[in-house]
């Protein structure tokens, strides 16, 4: 099968190498890809906000399948427009896809499923922004309500921090504050059906032991040995399958890829967010473990026969995924330095790898160049989760791109047993 993947960070380079290494595809596409994409896929430059030019691009590589792994192409609209041309896509139409596109919107859909997640205000003026968070007190929970690149959401205890995040938004929710540690929980469904994945943890702050701004993710791993074992199940019956059957209800069902990340709390599992893609840098570990050919499990959503398909394999063992960030991120990433070390970083028994995010190849093509806030994504697997650690940190450090950064402490305490 011919398969081309929208996209270009570190999922898409993850989605690329499994589907690379499934047997049933033959020709594999990435649009606009990145440096490392264009080791395993034939990548072409494309606005991938432009449904039209997406869909041409399909049509014109003869495309039997498109994926499509960001959220702003989904918000835009661009599966649609594929589907349109009568070519499969993995990724929910437009109005799915407000799952993630608006806060509130997924807010609704949570109360009318009666899924469990914080409480939570609509607010559109400062009056209704003061009485929401006078009502629930800090620390304060504020996110805008549309997408905004993981620069949306502003928990505090300082009042006025609140109140200036809200202001700079035009429609915000406000909401409870959920303690407990975090859980993202991916599930692949075709609209009907729901096929959870493993859980997976990821490292929201910038700086070791969670300090400094949040960021697009530092580092996840996978599994997580700490998790009630029936956790999977709970989700899937409280949050996954009652959210996809009220979509189904709307007449607007969702296929693709449905992001659950869930706060553990002391009085029960909420859900925090909602996603409609495959999450970055989850993706990397959960599909490290994966050894259900990657290919079919997707074509099955998309054309709706999740139902038939046989139960997900997965390899014993962990997995622990290192994001290394450019100096300065996330709040002013320096761009254009060279990266050095890729291929000693990568082990001779595939053990190791190197991921790519924001990469480019020099106008020379002699090196590899960064070019975004989060650069690569370096990941290991192992017997456990310190072996894949040790492997993964061992790959960081044979890497070298001036100024950048990475967290120390990716799966320490779940690995330590704690
Ligand atoms: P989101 O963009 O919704 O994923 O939020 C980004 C991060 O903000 C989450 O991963 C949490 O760490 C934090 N967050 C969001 N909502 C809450 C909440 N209600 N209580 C505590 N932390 C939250
Ligand atoms: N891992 C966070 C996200 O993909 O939004």
Redesign the pocket.
């Known amino acids: 099968m011919k398969v081309l993947v929208i996209g270009g960070g570190a999922r898409e380079h993850a989605l690329c190498r499994a589907l690379s290494l499934d047997p049933e595809v033959t020709s594999l596409h990435c649009a606009p890809g990145n440096a490392g994409i264009a080791s395993v896929a034939q990548v072409h430059p494309v606005d991938q906000l432009d449904g039209r030019a997406v869909a041409d691009l399909a049509v014109e590589l003869g495309a039997e399948f498109v994926v499509v792994g960001p959220e702003a192409p989904l918000v835009a609209g661009v599966a649609d427009a594929v589907r349109e041309r009568a070519i499969p896509v993995f990724g929910p139409g437009i109005e799915a896809a407000q799952l993630e596109g608006s806060?509130a919107f997924a807010k609704d859909i949570m109360a009318a499923a009666g899924v469990p997640t914080?409480r939570?205000y609509v607010c559109t003026t400062p009056e209704e922004v003061a009485e929401a968070l006078d009502a629930f007190g800090p620390?304060y929970?504020v996110?805008d309500d549309g997408l905004?690149a993981?620069k949306?959401?502003?928990?505090t205890d300082d009042l006025q921090a609140a109140i200036d995040h809200a202001a700079g938004c035009e429609r915000v929710v406000i909401?409870?504050?959920?303690?407990g540690p975090?859980v993202s929980l991916f599930a692949v469904t075709d609209g009907t059906t729901v096929v959870p994945l493993q859980p997976a943890q990821?490292f929201?702050?910038v700086g070791d032991d969670d300090a400094g701004p949040?960021t697009g993710g530092m580092g996840a791993y996978s599994p997580l040995p700490w998790a009630d074992p029936k956790l999977v199940e709970e989700v899937l019956d409280t949050v996954l399958q009652p959210t996809v059957d009220e979509l189904r209800r709307r007449g607007t069902p969702f296929s693709g890829l449905l992001y659950a990340?869930l706060?553990i709390t002391s009085r029960g599992m909420?859900v925090?967010?909602f996603?409609a893609r495959f999450g970055d840098p989850e993706t990397q570990v959960v599909l490290a473990r994966l050894k259900t050919p990657l290919c079919g499990l997707l074509y099955a959503a998309a054309t709706g026969h999740l139902a038939d398909f046989p139960e997900l394999r997965w390899r014993d063992g962990a997995a622990v995924t290192v994001v290394v960030a450019s100096e300065g991120y996330p709040a002013a990433p320096v761009s254009g330095d060279p990266i050095l070390g890729l291929a000693e970083a990568e082990s001779e028994d595939g053990t190791a790898y190197v991921l790519h995010a924001g990469t480019r190849l020099a106008d020379d093509g002699s090196t590899v160049l960064s070019a975004g806030g989060r650069v690569l994504s370096v990941t290991a697997t192992g017997t456990d989760l310190t072996q894949a650690r040790a492997r993964a940190y061992d790959a960081v450090s044979k890497i070298t791109l001036r100024g950048s950064h990475h967290r120390s402490d990716i799966a320490l305490k779940a690995a330590q047993g704690a």
């Open positions: 806060k914080a939570s620390p929970v996110k905004a993981g949306g959401v502003v928990v909401e409870e504050y959920l303690d975090e990821d929201k702050r949040n990340g706060a909420r925090i967010e996603n």
